[in-house]
Every structure is written in structure tokens, then in C-alpha cells.
């Protein structure tokens, strides 16, 4: 469903108001303030990510899956057909192939993570390590080439295997409210559920400097993928402070699109 601007309002209205209570009684940093740095820019990318982002993703992945048509003989008209699955795989029940694409997916995504974290990608990546003052709304700073790319990285393997990816429809809601509250300026470590599910103070250590957590916790919901790994970082009665990058990433919105070329050239 295309998002309008009525429904993105509405969204942020909403959200405002529910995670403003949650801060307020669970901080992570007690006195945050909610207008606090870089809010006007995530504003911004509220409106920006899916009105534009998430127009020109899904065009990417098409693309990126024009392969995979042709070898299996699909013609690109019929390309609509590749997403609703083939084989045994596609075979099973809708929520069982949701099941086996939700855990496959958050496993690559770990490693994707990572490798945004090095390189050339992380000049996009550290758009969304920028923010100095971390709340919900963070969570939306994402430059589109990160979110084209990462989007590709995963739904390739996931169509290649033969899934129908319609199946992604019945926790897309469910993933995107969770990817949110992991930004939040809230103290949840899920306490023994901490080694099984990502909680916000897991990943709230991602996005401290690089010489505390910047380079840990890449799991976007199971930890066990940074257990197995070596990159788990959640050290017990402490909570993160200090957030963003040292790199010169500018601070609003139209600086932070251009500034991975302009970097990237100035770095050549």
C-alpha cells in the first residue's frame, strides 16, 4: 500500500505520543529532551524514507532480480510471478514460509550489517550512526542507498530459493514498529531474554562511539547471530550514553544524501 501524507502524519502523531509515556518511565538517558539534536532532520526523513526510499527500493530489487527470472524463464512482464514462489519451498503454508524467511532474512541482515560497516558502504551507513541524541525517530535516518542495497542483499537469496514473499506481508508491520522501539531512548534489556531477543539497550550499544559498541551487535532480533559470531556487546548495569560518528557527516537532510560521494571522492 502507497503512503500518504495524511497516513504518515497520523503515524507520527501516534508514535509521538506512545513513545514519549515509554520514555518517560523507562529512559535509557533520563532528561533527554524531545526536541533534542538532529529532530528536525529526522522530521525530515519521517516524510522522506517512505515517500521516496521506499518508492525507489523496491524498483532496485526488481531489477536485481531480473537474473533470477530469466533462469528459471520467466519473461520480465511476467516478473510479478517470480515473488509468489516455486518448488517445494513455495509449497508450504503461507506462515510456515514466514517463519523460515524471518529467520533466514535476520541472518542475512546480520552479515550485510556488517559489511556496511567497512569499506566504501559505510560512508552510507554513517548517515544512520549520525544522530547524536537517540530516540524512536532515529530510526528513520537511513540514506537510500543503504536501504536499496540492504533490501537487495536479502531478497534475492529469499526469491532464488523459491519463497513466495508475499509471506513477508504477515510481520512487515510487526518488524518495522520493532525496528523502531530498538532506537528508542528506553532502559529494556528483556532481561533473560536478552541473549534470545534484540532489545532496545542492544542496540542503542550499536550506535555508541566506534571505541565502545559501534562495531558490535549487528543482529537486528536475534542476538544469537552475535553470540555465534564474537560481536555481542551488552555489558550488565550499564546503559549507553554517548552516540554518533567521527566522521564529518553533515546535519540535515539534503547534506547527509550527498555527503557518502562527496566523502567518497574527497577520500580518492
Not at 533462469?71 to 523460515?100: C, F, H, M, S, Y
Not at 530510526?139 to 536499496?148: G, I, K, Q, W
Request: hydrophobic share 50%; charged share 15%; proline share 6%.
Amino acid at each position: 500500500m502507497t503512503p500518504t501524507i495524511q497516513g504518515i502524519a497520523i503515524a507520527f502523531v501516534i508514535l509521538s505520543v506512545v513513545f514519549f509515556i515509554l520514555q518517560k518511565i523507562w529512559p535509557s538517558i533520563p532528561g533527554q529532551k524531545t526536541l533534542r539534536r538532529g529532530f528536525l532532520t529526522d522530521v525530515c526523513y519521517w516524510a522522506f524514507t517512505p515517500l521516496v526510499t521506499r518508492v525507489i527500493t523496491p524498483i532496485a530489487v526488481g531489477i536485481a532480480l531480473i537474473p533470477i527470472a530469466l533462469a528459471n524463464g520467466i519473461e520480465l512482464k511476467d516478473l510479478k510471478t517470480l515473488a509468489q514462489g516455486r518448488g517445494d519451498l513455495a509449497a508450504q503454508p503461507l506462515w510456515l514460509q514466514a517463519v523460515q524467511i524471518f529467520v533466514i532474512g535476520d541472518f542475512i541482515g546480520y552479515w550485510q550489517h556488517r559489511w556496511f560497516h567497512g569499506g566504501w558502504r559505510w560512508n552510507f551507513h554513517a548517515v544512520h550512526h549520525s544522530s547524536e541524541e537517540l530516540d524512536w525517530l532515529s530510526s528513520v535516518r537511513l540514506h537510500p542507498v543503504n536501504d536499496m542495497l540492504a533490501r537487495i542483499i536479502q531478497a534475492v537469496p529469499i526469491v532464488a530459493l523459491g519463497y513466495n514473499v508475499g509471506a513477508v506481508a504477515l510481520f512487515t508491520v510487526f518488524t518495522t514498529i520493532y525496528a523502531i522501539t530498538l532506537h528508542a531512548n528506553l532502559n529494556w534489556t528483556y532481561g533473560p531474554l536478552r541473549y534470545v531477543i534484540a532489545s532496545p539497550a542492544f542496540h542503542r550499544w550499536h550506535h555508541t562511539s566506534a571505541d565502545e559498541g559501534q562495531d558490535k551487535n549487528f543482529a537486528g532480533f536475534f542476538p544469537i547471530w552475535d553470540l555465534i559470531f564474537g560481536t555481542f556487546y551488552m555489558p550488565k548495569g550499564r546503559q549507553p550514553e554517548v552516540f554518533g560518528v567521527a566522521d564529518p557527516v553533515p546535519k540535515g537532510l539534503i547534506g547527509q544524501l550527498i555527503y557518502p560521494f562527496r566523502h567518497r571522492r574527497e577520500s580518492a
